[in-house]
């Protein structure tokens, strides 16, 4: 995202990368970001709200937030008919880092578009994470 926000590129250059090279940039081993995994995933709401909105032009972050909070279903969008095409790109968030900030999780529990089946499994093994260490169990 800071590299969107500080450079004379614009934002709507996000709607050229298709589905399929999405995901194997943001699963790539080499990914390296520089602020924290939430920055990835505020990026690819742009994105999936310009494949969504191809003709939109330079939407407002308060935009697409209302655009994937004002959605009805019970289900996370990557779950709905329309949502399921962009799973495999939200499969290689890293979610260990992406659950690092407390704000960050509320936010992301908002939108509603993680499965929260994702989330948990990830926010109990880091809760464990964080008992061992507490209790001194940590070896490593």
Known sequence: MTYYL??????????????????????????????????????????????????SDEPSINTINEYFCSLTETLPYLLTAEGKQFISVFLGLRLQNLIAHQHDVILILRDNIIPRTWLDSVILQEWKNVLRINQNDDKG
């Not at 450079?7 to 995901?23: G, H, N, Q, V, W």
């Open 6 to 55: 500080h450079s004379s590129r614009p934002l709507s250059e996000l709607k050229t990368l298709p589905i399929s090279l999405m995901a194997k940039l943001i699963a790539h081993p080499d990914l390296f970001v520089i602020q924290t995994e939430y920055s990835i995933y505020v990026m690819l709401k742009y994105w999936m709200y310009y494949q969504i909105f191809p003709e």
